[in-house]
């Protein structure tokens, strides 16, 4: 707080690290801030990482501070959906803020292997990962951002569907990849 108040920021991001629930052990998480792609400065405009918007933080809200006054103006909201519903929220507060600063420090402790975690039922919702990505290109064209963002945008979604594939199991598994085949593929410019 006192850093986005210092900065004058709309957005803090802090670092993270994971706490495994079933063996009560701390692991760095030095990944959720890419440093090589922060510019000298700090705080910076969103535009000066425009290339890089979508690698340079992680799509969750829980380890950024939002100024509420920025999140209302912009009418940002999570999405309705099951699971990734954080990811159009974070990533259109990245996109849209006029000022992103840095706390370097370890603030929020992210649980991992915790059996009541909706992330360990995703398989029920196997498709949030793609109403997600579709919910934030069509607000970035919208707003006439996407131009600006799409070769970070899609780098961004092709990992981040390919992940989702290789996290999840049975038919969810290939439900998802043969929605990125059939269907996703042309939707992001993806040649197969």
Known sequence: YLKC?????????????????????????????KRK??????????????PYIFQLFN??????LYNRAFVERNELNFQEIRTTNDAYFVFMANVLADKI?????????HRINVKTSLSVTREVSWNCCWQA??????ELQKKNIYNSV??????W?????????NTLQGTARDSLMDAIQMQ???NLHIQQ
């Open 37 to 50: 792609y922060l510019p000298k400065r700090i705080p910076f405009t969103a535009q000066q990482i425009y």
């Open 184 to 186: 996703y593929a042309d």
């Open 157 to 165: 979604s092709i990992h981040f569907l390919l992940w989702n594939v």
């Open 133 to 138: 990505t579709e919910a934030i290109k069509a």
């Open 101 to 109: 600063t840095i706390v370097d420090e370890v603030l929020a402790h």
């Open 59 to 64: 799509g969750w809200a829980w380890d950024k």
């Open 5 to 33: 108040e210092k900065d004058d920021a709309n957005i803090c991001v802090y670092r993270s690290n994971q706490y495994n629930q079933q063996t009560s052990k701390y692991t760095d998480m030095s990944w959720t801030i």
């Open 150 to 155: 799409e070769q970070s945008f899609l780098n």
